[in-house]
């Protein structure tokens, strides 16, 4: 984990209110989703991958949360959460999503490609 992704997740864990205000504001952020799918699959992830990131992304963008794993499950029309749980295990090995342990709607966006 690199130490600036370290140094947040402390942050996040002390002060989560400083976490919810920083995503309220950057909700502020709009996203075209028909440019950034291309760019998600320069970097690697499949195409489940990049649009569960996409959806946490603009979830995140429009409610000041991440989704919860039935609301992602239902955005990808999975039949079950621990397909969802890979891709989100994938997207946190990779790098583009961290989330805080034993939390829930946690998630949140590491890096979001320019």
Do not use: W
Request: aromatic share 6%; hydrophobic share 40%; net charge positive.
């Amino acid at each position: 984990m690199r130490a600036h992704q370290a140094e947040a997740m402390t942050i996040i864990r002390q002060r989560p209110g400083l976490a919810r205000e920083i995503a309220r504001q950057l909700s502020n952020t709009h996203v075209d989703t028909q440019k950034t799918l291309p760019v998600f699959s320069q970097l690697g992830l499949t195409s489940k991958q990049a649009e569960l990131l996409t959806y946490i992304r603009d979830f995140i963008n429009d409610n000041g949360i991440s989704p919860s794993f039935d609301e992602m499950r239902d955005y990808l029309g999975l039949q079950s959460k621990s397909g969802i749980s890979r891709i989100v295990c994938a997207l946190e090995e990779r790098g583009h999503i961290f989330r805080l342990p034993n939390r829930a709607r946690c998630i949140m966006i590491a890096e979001v490609p320019q």
